[in-house]
């Protein structure tokens, strides 16, 4: 069975910088795209960063240029760095992969980490 495990939320000052990290466990064959959403209180989870195989990255125009997505595949597990922290980035951020594994393929998610920005 393939688990991904997030950690590096918390709370932090408008501003700042947090990092989060996702690693993945299990049989594991493959992962092709990994990547970060979040879901804040009241709305939709919503897409804030992918990384293919490829290495080519995809980010919601909210966080272009103050997110940075990156992976590590040796270690099976996808990073996201997050400076210039705005108090409506305060949300439950998700870890997400495309996982082949030795039960099939399968689209697996994280439990999620809290990340309040809050003066």
């Known amino acids: 069975q393939v688990q991904l495990v997030e950690s590096g939320g918390g709370l932090v000052q408008p501003g700042g910088s947090l990092r989060l990290s996702c690693a993945a466990s299990?049989?594991?064959?493959?992962?092709?795209?990994m990547g970060w959403y979040r879901q804040a209180p009241g709305k939709e989870r919503e897409l804030v960063a992918t990384i293919a195989t490829g290495w080519r990255t995809n980010y919601a125009d909210s966080v272009k240029g103050r997110f940075t997505i990156s992976r590590d595949n040796a270690k099976i597990a996808v990073y996201l760095q997050m400076n210039s922290l705005q108090p409506e980035d305060t949300a439950v951020y998700y870890c997400?992969?495309?996982?082949?594994?030795?039960?099939?393929?399968?689209?697996?998610w994280g439990q999620g980490t809290q990340v309040t920005v809050s003066s």
């Open positions: 299990g049989t594991i064959f493959s992962i092709n795209t």
């Open positions: 997400n992969a495309a996982v082949m594994s030795s039960v099939g393929f399968g689209n697996y």
